[in-house]
DNA sequence: ATATATAATTAGGTTTGCCTAAAAATATAA
DNA sequence: TTATATTTTTAGGCAAACCTAATTATATAT
């Protein structure tokens, strides 16, 4: 039976494996975790004692595949548990976060089961988040960054990658969700920021914040 | 902030305390919390410091009234969690209490307010056991074991002592639930067995069963 | 190629919470 | 009351996770 901090490795792992390839650096896991790279290399030996991860000293780690079904086992509770807490509950979407990091670790295979059905199954978490299914699939959308898109192009948000109080809070202020429909009218060159039409609001986004703005780029017949 | 093994601490504490007057022995403790006494002088001496019990070398703990209020907030949430696990998710009444031992350690004073706020204030949880309110009242009922009754008495059961599966599952074969109306038609003096009348059906019930059942004593016109 | 900087690992310590075995205190019985 | 039994505490250890400081590998720059 994993630990509550293992099972915070092995999450960690897996979600730093979804935005960049190969290895992870001890120190980018500390960074992450919030903890020192000396304790992070301790760790990373007792999970690959466990055969959860793959570990070549002083290039870093990946899951096997057994790892990665526990990681993704965390993150269904992880995001069954904030969709419960913002449909049900009356959560916030930005308050969401360390409470379900807590309820994550709860141990019951019945309860995530019964959890999922209470919930209706739901494909994504209220942060526009896919949620894995039992066996650990999960529901791919096609998403793009909204940064990636060009002046004239229209969108729905669909997710976000920066799960911050401070950006879901900005967000809020902006009058941007999930399924908001957007349209870019401006992109300035020298820093990339861009100006989008929000239910006929002109709202001005900076670089960092359309890097972090997931969309589906839709086609308008005009 | 109190860690997971003091709140347990803290809990088996108020739960004895319900039970018998005055200190409560290191080795009372060490048996109910399933570990050693060495261990339950170690861990009362961190819960003095705390300010948390009243401890006298040799002579046993009591809580204090800061101990007290936080044991009745992890009977609360634990209770809330059982209400919710069986009235929400459909768990069997037998099935609830290791994940709610788990589920009652969560951090957040919103979760537990809004949890009751969705689950309509219970005052009562699938055992029959009062829900302490968020100041730490218990709802209190003027509730008799079953074994203190006399024959010919009429009585509605509403709680019980013992809450082990194994009970539990006793209780649903011979289909004793809450609320289920009970009348005693004869006690056997040499064992204090006694047979009750359920929905028409006789049913024998040693002195072990019937002092584990609570019942509403009540009086009826004939 | 060698020196320097950066990153990772090892060494050694801390706290929490558990353990066993020995010692001390209290309770019970002759 | 004195001996015996029981209970409690103390002493000393262990594992999980963390830490800092020192050492060793690797990467970078001259």
């Not at 790279?37 to 959860?52: G, H, P, Q, W, Y």
């Not at 894995?132 to 699939?137: Q, R, S």
């Not at 529901?139 to 879901?168: M, V, W």
């Not at 401006?186 to 100006?195: L, N, Q, R, V, Y």
């Amino acid at each position: 039976m994993l630990t509550q901090s293992e099972e915070n490795y092995l999450k960690a792992i897996f979600h730093i494996q979804q935005e960049v390839e190969g290895g992870i650096s001890t120190s980018r896991l500390a960074e992450k975790l919030e903890t020192k790279a000396a304790s992070v290399t301790e760790m990373i030996k007792r999970l690959a004692d466990k055969k959860l991860v793959d570990y070549q000293k002083y290039y870093g780690v990946q899951l096997t595949d057994m790892g990665r079904k526990h990681a993704l086992l965390i993150v269904r509770k992880h995001r069954l548990w904030e969709f419960f807490l913002v449909e049900r509950l009356n959560f916030n979407w930005d308050e969401v976060h360390e409470v379900a990091e807590q309820l994550e670790h709860i141990k019951s295979p019945k309860l995530v089961e019964e959890l999922d059905i209470f919930l209706g199954r739901p494909e994504y978490d209220p942060h526009g988040d896919p949620i894995p299914d039992a066996n650990g699939n999960l529901p791919k959308s096609p998403k793009k960054r909204l940064s990636q898109l060009k002046t004239g192009d229209h969108a729905i948000c669909k997710g976000f990658n920066d799960n911050s109080s401070s950006f879901l809070k900005f967000l809020d202020k902006q009058e941007i969700g999930l399924d908001t429909q957007i349209e870019v009218i401006h992109i300035e060159s020298f820093d990339e920021s861009m100006t989008v039409l929000i239910d006929k609001r002109e709202v001005p986004l900076s670089k960092t914040a359309s890097d972090n703005i997931y969309v589906e780029h839709i086609t308008v017949e005009v």
